[in-house]
């Protein structure tokens, strides 16, 4: 039988304010243990919440961004359970008036509809000592630097129909929520965190599987496998003609499957009601209005005008508004009067090569708009050749240059002198007499090497076409 | 030296301004009553004795310095042992939280300060406020001045006590659910639970969030008035506080109550009252309507769902409230358990008094799932019919009287082993926290037993002055609140 996998994402996103969702303590990453919290944060008795309307903010920008319904009225609830991490008992949350609701983002003409998405606490951390879990632990502690922090929790509906389709939603997302700079997006830090409801049914058939809930996925990558893991997982139980139990399971980056949490820890009734100490809250439209128009291009958007204005292939735009940073530059470029394929060339291709070889994101680099379009230039009036342009457009990169200046520090200048040229060509032939023989003894291959030599010997100035010339009528004499 | 104990805080504001008496002589006068009459009556948790010195020397400073002195200069106040003080203890009366020192004031306690209060002690209460004798303390019983077989009320019954007893000139409380009105009718003073928002609950250990307000307790009603302007404003730290101006009380106190339309409700003056409160309460409208008020019955048939409302929504509030207390970060903690569970199961379990572990149970049972709709959402339901029940009514009366409690104060251990009896003694002053209402109680008379019985007077919301202005009337027009405890009247 043939089975179809349906997938719905619920993601952690952790908004950009400066502090915390219900006090004032810093909400960024980092700190000593226990550094950023003050009484509200760490549910001492008798202290009270205040609702941070940044928080509330950027949760109208992300809805906006998401093609949401904003409420009118939303309210704060408060989710029962206990455990160490979670100060008061009770985590402050949103239960059936959720600030956003009915959305859509778009991947590869699909529509993957956004059933809501709603504001909430972090809780703190646990360390354990001597265990991996609270289980078995020697002993453990608590920070609570990450409490309070806020999160817009983004619940997707089950449309998504495979893991790597799973995948490009999540990028999509995260894209999304970096162009409207609400969030880091780092999942590695826990910036943007994602579980997965898996299920799977005969295709043709209506009602939806059994699903499992997959947490623990702290990567792109992991996401997938996971899914994957657990669709394979699912389909061989059904296969044996076995039943799926509804349950959370946790992935195991280095098993590569997923395991059933112990039942104890998600046997939870979270007795939501409304949370006393803070009061409903009215989103005057007016505010809506003026988030709105506040919102910057999105990926999409970006995406299109870079194949409608700028004549970029589809898929070279895609590429390049994957990175917000990266395709703002681009722009600033054009703006700058850069020729935009091989901008965009010289960006996806030598710049990308090089922020992933030195771990760097491209805010650190010192490349300006100017430097590209004269770059660019020099490449296309023969100045420097592609070789050599990388290796200017490197030492822009690296610190604050000009392009001609660099050009003639490092004597990058294209060799198109074609008396020199010829001497060069002349020394590489007889120096290598033997190879010299085998071409004109027809193994014309040899010819490579000897452009390979001109080229070493000339630090890759010299201009290829000028260089081919040469050897032509050199080795044809 | 004894002639300071039992003034007013208009007669020490005289004294002191007229540099008759030092801030630090009514301090010393105080302490010295407390140590006599505190050992029996034990209304206090703890006495902030460094804290009471440091501000009567800061008073002392602005008398010498010939600064206007502020509005509550030199007055020695309680405050009950739920609201926070850094430095000191706030226990709540539990044994989960002997230990607990907060290291952030309560807002109410900063404006006390600022207005130039002395902080003599923090209150015995019933467990987190839940009770109606003190009983329910985690360490003491605190007694009746009156007669000292008998409760003093609660759950603020060390407030009321501390005020009747003359220890302080007068009191803050925290009303639930009666919690100041019931223990102010027992222990014959005057005692105010705001409109809800009127004062910040920033500081305050909540019991249940919706209903809990702080308010003053006094001797006299012009004392519960100047406090009232004190404590009361806009707080941003508290989201649910009323950022409304407010008025200076004490000027409201007009003694006039000419035209005031007053309705006594009917459903809290029949059944269920002792015949001898009723009685003084009959007689007070009669005064009332004397004083030129038009007083007339009226029916308020959602009130007698009042009570099992009350005991669905507050401890749903409260089983999330006082989850916070789970060993993990402050206060008690077993010491034994081999694992997290039994870790929180035992701290809990010989933390909490029995009462308490009650209310949580009841709570947690009534936002369970498959019993939401039912009790919780249904609660919420019927108290919206409570609160436009009283709005129709305020539509036709400026103000609704009735009892503050069924009976006077009854004796230790006569109702602790039936908690629907002991329900049972909030049936009046429920309604009015459900509603979010401003009320208080004033002494009207005195039972066979020679027990104060107490009026309660209802007004509609932020009707806080028109409260005050016909309780002063009654007062002013009566004898009752002249009479004092014997432990005042013999000082
Ligand atoms: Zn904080």
Not at chain 1, 101 to 108: K, S
Not at chain 1, 289 to 311: C, M
Not at chain 2, 195 to 214: E, M
């Amino acid at each position: 039988m043939n089975y179809e996998p349906v997938i719905g994402l619920e993601v952690h996103a952790q908004l950009k304010t400066k502090s915390k969702i219900f006090c004032s303590c810093p909400a960024g990453f980092g700190g000593n243990p226990n550094e950023h919290v003050c009484p509200v944060c760490i549910g001492m008795p008798g202290v009270l919440p205040v609702l941070n309307r940044r928080a509330v903010e950027l949760a109208i920008r992300s809805g906006l961004a998401l093609n949401c319904e904003i409420a009118e009225i939303t309210k704060f609830d408060r989710k029962n359970y206990f455990y160490p991490d979670l100060p008061k008992g009770y985590q402050i949350s949103q239960y059936d008036q959720p600030i956003c609701r009915r959305g859509h983002l778009t991947i590869g003409g699909k529509e993957i509809r956004i059933h809501r998405a709603h504001l909430e606490e972090d809780a703190g951390k646990l360390v354990h000592a001597g265990a991996a879990g609270l289980h078995g632990s020697e002993y453990s502690l608590v920070d609570f630097n990450r409490s309070g922090v806020p999160l817009l929790e983004i619940v997707s509906e089950p449309d998504i129909s495979s893991a790597e389709e799973a995948r490009c939603y999540l990028m999509e997302l995260r894209n999304i929520l970096r162009y409207i700079d609400v969030c880091d997006g780092n999942l590695e830090e826990g910036s943007f965190r994602c579980d997965a409801n898996v299920s799977v049914r005969p295709v043709g058939q209506k009602e939806l599987g059994t699903k499992t809930e997959i947490k623990n996925m702290n990567s792109f990558r992991a996401v997938q496998r996971a899914i994957q893991s657990e669709i394979d997982r699912q389909v061989a139980a059904l296969e044996r003609g076995e039943r799926i139990v509804q349950e959370t399971r946790l992935w195991n980056e280095a098993t590569g499957t997923t395991h059933p949490m112990r039942s104890k820890e998600e046997a939870h009734d979270y007795r939501y009601f409304p949370e006393p100490d803070l009061v409903p809250l009215v989103v005057e439209r007016e505010w809506v209005n003026e988030v709105s128009a506040g919102l910057p291009e999105l990926p999409e958007q970006r995406r299109t005008r870079y194949v409608e204005q700028h004549e970029l292939s589809p898929e070279d735009a895609c590429l390049l508004a994957e990175s917000k940073e990266l395709s703002d530059f681009f722009d600033r470029a054009m703006l700058a009067g850069a020729p935009a394929k091989a901008a965009a060339n010289l960006l996806m291709g030598p710049t990308v090569w090089y922020l992933n070889e030195n771990k760097i994101e491209f805010s650190q680099t010192h490349i300006t708009p100017e430097n590209m379009k004269d770059l660019i230039e020099a490449l296309n009036a023969g100045t420097l050749s592609s070789s050599t342009a990388k290796q200017v457009l490197f030492e822009l990169l690296k610190a604050p240059g000009d392009v001609q200046a660099i050009v003639k520090e490092k004597g990058l200048a294209q060799m198109s002198d074609e008396k020199g040229l010829t001497e060069v060509v002349s020394k590489v032939l007889t120096d290598n007499p033997a190879q010299v023989s085998d071409f004109r003894g027809g193994k014309t291959k040899v010819r490579q090497f000897f452009f390979g030599e001109v080229m070493k010997a000339t630090r890759g100035t010299a201009n290829p076409q000028m260089v081919n010339k040469i050897l032509d009528e050199l080795l044809t004499r | 030296m004894k002639e300071l104990v039992g003034k007013s805080v208009q007669e020490l504001r005289a004294l002191l301004g007229g540099k008759a008496v030092s801030a630090r002589e009514v301090l010393a006068a105080h302490r010295q009553h407390i140590d006599s009459v505190e050992p029996e009556l034990q209304a206090f948790n703890c006495l902030t004795e460094d804290l009471a010195a440091r501000q009567a020397a800061r008073v002392d400073k602005l008398i010498a310095d010939g600064e206007v002195l502020p509005p509550l200069a030199g007055v020695p106040i309680a405050l009950k042992d739920n609201i926070c003080v850094p430095g000191y203890p706030t226990t709540c009366s539990s044994r989960i939280l002997e230990s607990y020192r907060p290291p952030y004031q309560a807002t109410v306690a900063e404006r006390l300060q600022e207005a130039g209060a002395i902080f003599v002690g923090k209150t015995n209460l019933d467990e987190f406020a839940m009770g109606s004798s003190t009983e329910n303390s985690g360490f003491k019983p605190t007694r009746n001045p009156w007669n000292t077989a008998m409760v003093p009320g609660g759950s603020s019954g060390g407030s009321a006590v501390a005020v009747a007893s003359g220890m302080s000139v007068i009191a803050l409380g925290s009303d639930t659910g009666g919690s100041i009105r019931q223990p102010a009718s027992f222990c014959g003073v005057a005692g105010m639970k705001p409109t809800y928002g009127r004062v910040s609950r920033f500081g305050l250990v909540a019991f249940a969030s919706s209903l809990d307000q702080i308010g003053p307790l006094g001797r006299c009603l012009e004392d519960v008035a100047i406090t009232l302007s004190v404590i009361s404003g806009h707080d941003g730290k508290d989201s649910t506080s009323l950022s409304l101006p407010v008025p200076e009380y004490v000027k409201e106190l007009t003694g006039d109550v000419e035209g005031l339309r007053i309705g006594v409700i009917s459903e809290l003056t029949g059944q269920g009252m002792d015949a001898e409160v009723l009685e003084s309460v009959e007689l007070a409208a009669r005064q009332l309507g004397q004083l030129g008020a038009g007083v007339e019955e009226v029916s308020l048939p959602a009130t007698r769902h009042a009570l099992a409302v009350y005991y669905l929504i507050a401890t749903a509030e409260a089983s999330a409230n006082l989850a916070r207390y789970d060993g993990v970060k402050y206060g008690y903690r077993h010491r034994q358990a081999e694992d997290l569970l039994s870790m929180y199961r035992a701290s809990r379990q010989e933390g909490f008094g029995v009462e308490v572990k009650r209310r949580i149970m009841l709570g947690t049972y009534a936002l369970s799932s498959g019993y939401y709709d039912a009790y919780y959402k249904k609660a919420q339901q019927v108290r919206r019919l409570i609160k436009e029940e009283f709005d129709r009514a305020f539509a036709r009366f400026d103000l609704l009287v009735c009892p503050t409690s069924p009976t006077v104060a009854f004796e230790f251990g006569a109702r602790t082993g039936d908690p629907l009896q002991m329900y049972l003694s909030d049936i009046a002053t429920i309604p009015v926290n459900l509603a979010g209402l401003p009320g208080i109680s004033i002494p009207c008379g005195f039972g066979k037993s020679g027990l104060p019985i107490g009026l309660q007077l209802i007004g509609p919301t932020l009707g806080d002055a028109q409260v005050l202005r016909a309780a002063h009337a009654f007062e002013q027009a009566t004898e009752f609140h002249k009479k004092r405890s014997p432990v005042l009247s013999a000082a």
